[in-house]
């Protein structure tokens, strides 16, 4: 390494490697192509694995959906997770009864906590046009104390989330959507009340960032005990004090000290993540993530025994009416319309 402000460079793999706090980061790009009436690709499906179709060589996947590409209904306890819709639709739909239509840079928090069942499809809207998605879903652990807190999820629409914008010397600009944390003075919506990044001593922060081409920032320092990734996945001849960095990497650096970014002649765009590590024992079974194995076996018998709650709808693969809009309707009935 040129520095020692860098501690490794790896390349992306699927999903994309973290750090504590965090569990898990999977990024999906697709360009589905236009919808065929049902909300699903006008397109032929036959030499899919329907069920499981994640084939990386495709310009876009179905993932567990057979009509709609998406998640149908599968549960999770004992942490939370974040989705970042940047581009396209998602439909949400959970065993608390809670239901949402969110997308085009909004932002969905939800805590699984003791148990919930929820699905997340993706609706082609467009008939007559292609239907990009892109999307990130981030799993934050809870520590042990909050392992079985009661679920809840929260919206953070694309209108809440602030962003903070740096001109260079050169008239070059970045721009950094704040989904959590605080970055100077442009501050976060608040997270889940029960999530670690509730906590602002944990410094819990996911930034989305894109600098345009021949920009340079800096981000600022934090404390030493962070951990602190940045992941590069869209851009070209990106610099980090001095070190090129390629395309599609995941670089852990050193929180404690101000990090320069230099761009090269493409937009870059980058994923940060940091938080104080939680530094608890991690138990998981796919779905699961509690702190012992014999927790794990707890939260596969309770599941089978309550399927955390039922599933309320008539499909594991919700989706809503096609002429919705973006929504959100909250498990006490509470209706957000935007």
Wanted: aromatic share 10%; hydrophobic share 35%.
């Amino acid at each position: 390494m040129s520095n020692n402000k860098i501690i490794s460079i790896q390349r992306l793999g699927f999903p994309w490697q973290t750090s504590d706090p965090f569990l898990f980061c999977a990024y999906h790009k697709d360009d589905y192509p236009a919808g065929n009436g049902q909300m699903g690709p006008q397109a032929s499906l036959a030499a899919r694995p329907l069920g499981q179709d994640f084939n990386p060589q495709f310009p876009w996947r179905m993932y567990h959906g057979r009509t709609v590409p998406g998640f149908p209904s599968h549960p999770h306890r004992g942490f939370e997770t974040v989705t970042i819709a940047a581009e396209g639709l998602v439909d949400h739909a959970d065993s608390l009864g809670a239901a949402g239509r969110f997308g085009n840079g909004d932002v969905q928090w939800m805590t699984a906590g003791k148990g919930v069942q929820h699905s997340e499809m993706f609706p082609l809207l467009k008939e007559d046009q292609g239907n990009p998605l892109e999307l990130f879903q981030i799993w934050l652990n809870l520590p042990k104390k909050d392992k079985l807190v009661e679920p809840h999820f929260a919206m953070l629409w694309r209108d809440t989330i602030p962003v903070f914008e740096h001109e260079d010397e050169q008239g070059k600009k970045t721009k950094v959507t704040v989904i959590a944390g605080q970055l100077d003075e442009v501050q976060a919506p608040d997270p889940a009340p029960n999530s670690w990044a509730a906590d602002p001593t944990n410094q819990v922060a996911i930034w989305t960032i894109s600098l345009e081409p021949g920009a340079t920032w800096t981000v600022p320092a934090g404390t030493s005990e962070l951990n602190r990734s940045l992941y590069f996945y869209r851009g070209a001849d990106l610099h980090m004090e001095g070190t090129s960095i390629p395309n599609s990497s995941v670089i852990k650096v050193d929180a404690s000290q101000p990090l320069q970014l230099q761009n090269g002649a493409e937009t870059a765009h980058l994923l940060f993540l940091q938080g104080k590590p939680i530094g608890e024992p991690v138990a998981q079974h796919g779905p699961f993530v509690m702190n012992t194995d014999n927790e794990i076996y707890e939260a596969i018998q309770d599941f089978q025994r309550t399927a955390f709650g039922g599933w309320p709808w008539p499909n594991s693969d919700q989706v809503h009416a096609k002429e919705r809009g973006r929504f959100a309707i909250h498990a006490d009935g509470r209706e957000e319309v935007k």
